[in-house]
């Protein structure tokens, strides 16, 4: 059964039990991803289309137009004076915690072999773009190249400028030369994304090539931001143990 909250309709359990009324909220299709982005630091419409790219805008929009009636997300006019920002109130704070038990979870039981349509190429360049260190290549003007070598020539090549202590990633080479060319399957990043694959080890065995200088290959090591939970273990039996990444 659906309820509507003037324009917005939301599924009931119809029992009283706080965990259904939580639940009503919190268990709707995208709304566990789009708390895990704005806890993430993601504040404007078109960084969190990022975060969930199969979510259409109208879905989204209508997303975060429930959440802002419930309390748990506010709605603040961008400091440029265009469009809207987006961060959690006091209410939505305290699903963080939540959020991440569901990625500790996730990690520790539901590690398997990921199928075809769940390696999204948009979705690895955000979460690279975003948990970049930028800062560990220094404060002068540095692209990283990437070529993913089993994607097609069209989606095949990235890159991401790093400035001043910020990243961007361009659909076009920003500069003639990049300071620092890899080369690694769109599977394997993922993996080492995930702690599936230590970055050490896709290194000695060549499933990621990593060309610079010596101080720009060892600076990529730090420049790398793989998954906050990339050190949780599985336990699901027949889980292939992920390997976080180890200091360079």
């Not at 961060?87 to 959020?99: C, D, Q």
């Not at 590690?111 to 975003?130: F, I, Q």
């Not at 001043?164 to 690694?184: F, M, S, T, W």
Request: charged fraction near 25%.
């Amino acid at each position: 059964m659906a309820v509507r909250e003037g324009a917005i309709a939301v599924r009931s359990y119809n029992q009283f039990c706080p965990v259904a009324k939580a639940a009503e909220v919190f268990c709707e299709r995208w709304t566990a991803l789009i708390l895990r982005d704005l806890a993430g630091g993601a504040a404007r419409f078109s960084d969190l289309q990022r975060g969930v790219p199969l979510a259409s805008p109208t879905i989204l929009s209508q997303r975060l137009k429930q959440l802002e009636a419930e309390g748990i997300v506010l709605r603040r006019q961008s400091p440029d004076g265009h469009g809207w920002t987006y961060h959690l109130s006091e209410a939505g704070e305290e699903f963080v915690p939540i959020v991440m038990a569901l990625g500790i979870w996730g990690q520790r039981w539901s590690r398997r072999e990921l199928a075809e349509h769940e390696k999204h190429l948009g979705l690895l360049l955000w979460a690279l773009e975003r948990g970049a260190h930028p800062e560990s290549l220094g404060m002068r003007r540095t692209v990283v190249e990437l070529e993913l070598t089993d994607q097609p020539e069209a989606r095949r090549r990235w890159w991401f400028l790093n400035e001043n202590g910020h990243c961007e990633l361009c659909l076009k080479p920003p500069d003639r030369d990049a300071q620092i060319y890899v080369a690694v399957s769109l599977s394997d990043l993922i993996r080492i994304w995930r702690g599936d694959l230590a970055l050490s080890a896709a290194t000695a065995t060549g499933r990621i090539e990593v060309h610079g200088s010596i101080r720009m290959r060892k600076a990529f090591n730090d420049w790398l931001g793989i998954s906050s939970l990339a050190h949780v273990e599985p336990k699901r039996s027949g889980a292939s143990a992920g390997t976080p990444r180890l200091a360079s």
